[in-house]
């Protein structure tokens, strides 16, 4: 993984600040861009750490159960990639991990609002009320929901975090907000070696009428055992997770000089 950005000394001016959000102190991980979390669109992604899955074949393991491992990344230098990056971007994906578990989620997806950017979700779909609440508040304008196996081997595919019958309840609210928000959910699975081509078929039987399955394509990884490693076309390098905006003569880093929207922050006059 890429040697992460954090900062000794902020890098935009003091005074404007997301710190206000406890959520910022959840992030692990940026990727400038991306064109493969996003059908159609070119987008940033955000990773929080923690996720209440242990899924043997998870891509962002260190991540999502050692976040305390990774240190946090520092808000404004976050907040400036943004601020650069928003104006040819299509849209902001907010990743993990799992991000519903963020406490204040909620108000970090409205400060991105003031990117002026579309907003999509990344979930294993455990908690579909916190889904419901954004989609109701307005905060998202997409989802993207992991499926990771048919009910019946959900234990297995989610390390013995969600069994069956939760599985069902939970995945059963997600498919009636796909229904009651058509066209903004996406659906995908990873066909680790415990989820076959019949699985696949049962997944896509379970899928609300006009919904698709991405089917992910998993690659074992030398170094975290039975984790999968990420596919050049479909899934990011492990590499890409963090990116370094605090280098001397980037030009979308600290010492940038390129014009940008104006930092939601610095709009709502917060203190930093
Ligand atoms: S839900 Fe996603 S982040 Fe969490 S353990 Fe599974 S693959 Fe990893």
Partial sequence: MAAPFVSAAPC???GPSASAFSAWSALRGVERLSLCD???????????????LRCPHCHNAGIAWTPERHPELFAPDVRKLLSVRSKWLDGIVVSGGEPTLV??????????????LPVKLDTNGSRPEVV???LAAGL????????????AK??????????????????????????????RFFFRTTATPQVGPRDLDAIRALLPDRHVLTVQPYVQTSEEGSHATADTQTRRTRGDLVARTDRPGDPEGAQGQRSERPDPGQAAGRQG
């Fill in 132 to 134: 419901a609440e954004l």
């Fill in 103 to 116: 406490p204040d989620l909620a108000d970090f997806l409205a400060f991105l609002r003031g990117y002026g």
């Fill in 154 to 183: 959900y234990s297995a595919a989610t390390g013995e975090r969600l069994d069956p019958v939760a599985a069902q309840a939970c995945l059963t609210r997600v498919f009636a907000l796909a229904v009651a928000h058509p066209g």
């Fill in 12 to 14: 935009v001016p003091a």
């Fill in 140 to 151: 998202v304008d997409a989802v993207s929901v992991d499926v990771k196996a048919p009910f």
């Fill in 38 to 52: 996003w059908p159609g669109k070119t987008c940033a992604v955000l990773f929080f750490g923690g996720c209440n």
